[in-house]
């Protein structure tokens, strides 16, 4: 049996514990990807710090009315042709109850299934994608799968997991080299055929291939997969709009597209991966219309990337904040123009146009202290252009 689950994990960890056991805090700090403690919650390490990460579940249960089922399991996960496609792969053993709970380091957000068999259990790890997003974001498209199934009787087994296959991180800033498990050396028409796969982890691994291929072609059928909510499942539309962002600028049109998707999953990733390539700018209209969601996680993302605003052509995209009536979005907003106007997000010090200008003297009881500076430094710039100026005009010759 396989399910498809969209797990949030922080402080880098992914943690797959028995449902029968008290949930703690108390855990070792896996040296590379993988460790087991006390038996029965597996805590996985993974490359980036925070996040939505895929993760494909499989299970394998004994048939006991089935003669030779307590012989140990031949998985197609087992053979190594199998693990071409893969970046890394580990595997293990865990002791279950028959159902078990995926969640973070602070058990914020939980994911539960009774899917899985119960007693001494292999567990295969595999990781696809690594290398594909930033350290400390989600807009990365890498997944992973967990196959489970039972330890056959008088089988030999052992808790210490086991490196089948090692990733060695790209050198460089290069995306483009991410995905060469994934492609494994397939053409462009033989990756597009493996977006239908029944196969769920086929799908993921074309999808992240087709993005670092970046072709017209290969981004068009990205960004109908991404689109196509009733065909797919949503975590595989979030690999495919985060694979899009490995295929650079020529891919930004389609991702503008998607912002107007229904799928709150992919509007996220889609805003991710604009902030982290620094396209946040008044060229990309349909980022305005994600403050209007009516998913809140949107609505904080979106507002989050407006705050890194630099372009004074941009700032007309505060507008909406300041005029939303919400004190969360206004209070972002008005830090946005502070640092725009000191000159903290990198540029010199400037003047706000004079609409903006008038929409916070306006605000009423929203962050009034930061309203206070962002006037404040608005008072000053004119006090300095005027000081300035007349300073020029004594120095400069009429002609000048």
Same mark, same amino acid.
């Given at each position: ?42 805590? *996985? ?43 890394? *792969?580990?595997?293990?053993? *865990? ?68 490196? @089948? ?47 670092? @291929? ?18 797919? !499942? ?41 902030? !982290? ?37 941009? @700032? ?40 903006? @200008? ?5 605000? !009423? ?36």
């Amino acid at each position: 049996m396989e399910v498809v689950l969209s797990v949030y994990i922080s402080d880098h960890l992914l943690h797959l514990h028995d449902a029968a056991q008290p949930v703690g805090t108390d855990y070792d700090w896996p040296d590379t990807t993988f460790s087991v403690n006390n038996g029965g919650d597996v805590c *996985i390490r993974l490359d980036r710090a925070a996040g939505r990460v895929v993760v494909v579940l499989s299970s394998y249960t004994f048939d006991p009315d089935e003669p030779g089922e307590d012989r140990p399991f031949a998985l197609p996960e087992l053979d190594p042709p199998y693990w071409q496609h893969w970046d890394h *792969i580990e595997r293990g053993v *865990i002791n279950l109850s028959g159902e078990i709970i995926l969640c973070d380091s602070w058990h914020d957000s939980v994911t539960g299934t009774d899917m899985v068999p119960f007693g001494l259990c292999h567990l295969l790890i595999f990781f696809g994608g690594l290398g594909s997003g930033d350290y400390d974001s989600d807009n990365g498209a890498d997944y992973l799968k967990l196959v489970i199934w039972p330890v056959a009787p008088d089988e030999p087994w052992a808790f210490e997991p086991v490196v @089948l296959k090692q990733w060695q991180r790209p050198d460089g800033d290069d995306r483009s080299t991410v995905a060469q498990n994934a492609r494994a050396g397939r053409s462009e028409s033989e990756l597009l055929a493996s977006l239908a796969s029944p196969d769920e982890s086929e799908q993921l691994h074309a999808l992240l291939a087709l993005g670092a @291929l970046g072709t017209e072609t290969a981004i068009q059928a990205l960004q109908a997969f991404a689109a196509s909510a009733k065909d797919h !499942d949503d975590e595989a539309q979030q690999i495919a709009t985060s694979a899009l962002g490995l295929a650079g600028d020529a891919a930004l049109d389609a991702l503008h597209s998607l912002l107007l998707s229904p799928s709150a999953s992919v509007l996220i990733r889609a805003l991710q991966v604009f902030r !982290d390539r620094g396209q946040i700018s008044a060229r990309w209209p349909n980022i305005t219309a994600c403050l209007r969601s009516p998913e809140p996680e949107v609505r904080q993302w979106a507002v989050s990337s407006f705050s890194e605003l630099k372009q004074p052509a941009d @700032l007309s995209l505060l507008a909406p904040l300041m005029a939303s009536g919400n004190s969360d979005q206004q209070h972002t907003a008005l830090q946005a123009l502070e640092r725009w106007q000191s000159g903290s997000d990198g540029g010199p010090p400037r003047l706000l146009p004079v609409e903006l @200008l008038a929409q916070v003297r306006a605000l !009423d009881g929203s962050g009034e202290q930061v309203k206070a500076r962002v006037v404040g430094w608005e008072s000053l710039g004119e006090v300095a252009a005027r000081v300035l100026g007349g300073e020029r005009n004594k120095r400069s010759p009429p002609s000048g």
